[in-house]
């Protein structure tokens, strides 16, 4: 009686312990509005170009450039990242305050030679302390495992931009 158990409720009940936690990581990583309230109007302070550079020798440069305006009633930004076999081109929302912000993937743009991100994903977030720029990956990494750690100022704020002007 207890080989009969152990043959067919053991593995019943073992797969039912892992049935709720079989959500997949990357889903951790998906942006979900329905649960906070949006001020699109603080993403103005955002506007603007941000820039960030990456070395290793002998000849591996990244560059990453985001574009955050609005559109309409929106605010989105373009990220453009070129470097070691990368050319990425995409279009994200901005979604946040005038603290911080998540850029949220829409769709690549024409250009793009690499598909990382899929519709929703949270490509990383910028956050402000002080007068500077905290960056929070998401599914975007950077290259280099030096610039992995989250909460460290690397990207830029290179260019302020007009409230309602397009920019790439």
Known sequence: MRTYFNLIFCPVIISL????????????????????????NANSTWEGKYEFFEHADPDINMEYTISVCKESESYFANISIDG?????????????????????FEVYLPGNMNERFEKD???????????????FWGKLTPVLYENMDSGKIYFEKVEEYETSSNHN
């Open 84 to 104: 070691f076999q990368t050319a990425i081109r995409a279009k994200s929302k901005v979604i946040g305050n005038q603290d911080s912000i998540d850029l949220i």
């Open 17 to 40: 312990m892992f049935l709720g936690c079989s959500k997949a990581v990357d889903d951790t990583l998906k942006f979900d509005d329905s649960i906070i309230n949006i001020d699109r």
């Open 121 to 135: 994903d949270i490509i990383l977030s910028l956050k402000r302390v002080d007068s500077k720029i905290s960056t």
